[in-house]
């Protein structure tokens, strides 16, 4: 990981919080971790991305193929892993299961941002320039895409409480930001990144960078 952390800055540290549990199930269940992008599995490139941004501590959420995910993040010692067993409940209950987990650590993060495991076209450029929001003084920030909400989004920690109630099934935040829309501050990254995920057979070359 190249960029200086927070400590190191004098800042409070705003946690990275990656959502990595999902099945694959529209890709004949083959868990999203493992894909492999450029030779290295998903959930360790995204790993990288969120230290190469600026964020630290990094909590990984696990869920379908939690085993083999775990023995992937050995190349990236610096991540947390979080099992969630509820995983196949949907996206909400892996962001919980998240905020939980950042929520007990010593000493405690200003925030957390959070990424999908499954957009390989999201790098560490775009996690810096909505991290850079936040250090503006913004508690919820989103990227966004021609104007279009997106990922990573950013929560201050005075936001969690109300974001873990709203998450429920696949909506994950979405139900939460959109009632404080006149909070988010929007953050374009068209220029620097894009949204796609990988969810079909169709997706696949997508990894193919």
Not at 78 to 101: C, F, H, K, T, Y
Not at 184 to 205: K, Y
Request: net charge negative; with cysteine; hydrophobic share 45%.
């Amino acid at each position: 990981m190249t960029e200086a952390t927070d400590a190191d800055a004098g800042q409070a540290p705003v946690a990275g919080l990656l959502l990595a549990a999902g099945g694959g199930r529209r890709l004949g269940g083959r868990p999203k971790a493992l894909l492999r992008y450029r030779g290295r599995p998903l959930v360790e490139r995204a790993v990288r991305v969120l230290g190469d941004g600026g964020c630290g501590p990094v909590h990984v959420v696990l869920g379908a193929g939690a085993a083999q995910v775990r023995a992937a993040l050995a190349a990236v010692p610096e991540a947390v892993p979080v099992d969630n067993p509820g995983w196949s409940g949907g996206m909400g209950s892996s962001l919980r299961a998240g905020l939980a987990s950042l929520a007990a650590m010593e000493p405690e993060v200003s925030a957390v941002l959070v990424m999908l495991v499954d957009q390989p076209r999201i790098g560490a450029a775009a996690v810096a320039r909505v991290l850079a929001a936040h250090r503006a003084g913004a508690g919820l920030v989103s990227a966004a895409y021609s104007g279009e909400r997106g990922h990573p989004v950013l929560f201050a920690r005075e936001h969690w409480e109300g974001v873990a109630q709203a998450a429920e099934g696949d909506r994950g935040a979405r139900g939460y930001l959109r009632r404080h829309a006149d909070a988010v501050a929007l953050v374009e990254c068209s220029d620097i990144a894009a949204p796609d995920d990988i969810d079909t057979p169709e997706d696949l070359p997508l990894l193919d960078g």
